[in-house]
């Protein structure tokens, strides 16, 4: 029988004040390469923020590793947030200075968290949403506009946004929408936005609102209830993660091309483009992987397509035959266009113009009150 290694994937974060940042990613750059890992970690003035996959032995290694550095000796949950995976999630490791470790347009210190930080736990989290106690609190999706469609808790409000960054523009809708009269519960999938936002929010003098203590994995690994909503987005290349089991399980968004239910998520073949799509994976095959009628004419152009393993041609390899050999553009675009026509079905798109979140969602928690004639 053939040994075959139990991987984990680990994902932390700590708000932590660091002297040199570009040296501790030297370090911690050669340490992870040496012993295989593979993820992607990022180091700055404020802190530290990893998604990694390891085997048992670098799992080890690493966290004897962090408690051996001043700077990371006192991050104490990695056993807890660690799941199992089959295998590695990413193709190398990467090790990068980044002047924040969750880009918001704002750097906090360890000491602004700290005093800023009001948590809520997930078994009280559980029992308002149980008992629909939604007179008192809100609860406050802080992902962006497509990982709240894909899943979210019941209840939960969108924050309205497709990058965090936006977030520091909608402080004062906030302010208005809850005007201290609820406590606001806001959960993250990892909780490091929340923790950066309760920093700002006390900064605008807002004091009702918490932070769920701990991410919503921990939630789900606790409660199989139907209190989660649909599959949970992650960033470890599973992308769509099933949550609940046959009885709990829901699937809560439709297709961007048939309006049925799916938790499938794709992305639009069209570079430029790259929309983050609810689709089903046959309908999405159908349109060539395109989101709309623009992106399939812009792509056959530009020839910006990505590639796909159903897909026979190597469009990265095309463009740069076409750069360093010469070729003719005009050919290989008559040729992209007859093989992509080949591949589309007869039908019309449903979309003709990029269905590109930062366009589509643009007011988007406008519209949800709007559409579901919610009260605050």
Known sequence: MNYKPTFKLITFYSFVDIKDPKEEVAKHLAFTHDIGMKGRIYISEEGISATATCNMWQYEAYTQRLSQNPYFNHINDIEKKRSDVDGHKFEKMKVKYRPEIVALGANVTQHDVEKSL?????????????????????????????????WHF????????????????????????????????????????????????????????????GWVVNYTNQHNDWNRLGNLYTFDGVISQKIGDEETHTTIWECIFTGLKTDNFENCRYSACNARLLARKRQFKRFAGFCSQECCEKAQTSLLIKDEKRDSINYKQLREDIKNWKKTQEHWQELVRKHIQSMLCNDPFPHKTTQKEDIIDKDYLEKFLQSEQKTI
């Open 154 to 213: 019941k209840w939960a409000l969108p924050a309205g946004t497709n990058n965090f960054r936006e977030v520091q523009d909608l402080l004062s809708k906030y302010k208005d929408m809850f005007a201290r009269k609820k406590k606001v519960i806001m959960y993250c999938t990892g909780w490091i936005r929340c923790d950066k936002l309760s920093v700002l929010v006390k900064k605008e003098w807002i004091d009702n609102f918490y932070a769920l203590d």
């Open 118 to 150: 009001q948590t809520i736990d997930i078994d009280e989290l559980k029992n308002i949403i149980d008992q629909e106690e939604t007179d008192d609190y809100a609860i406050l999706d802080m992902r962006n506009t497509y990982e709240y469609k894909l």
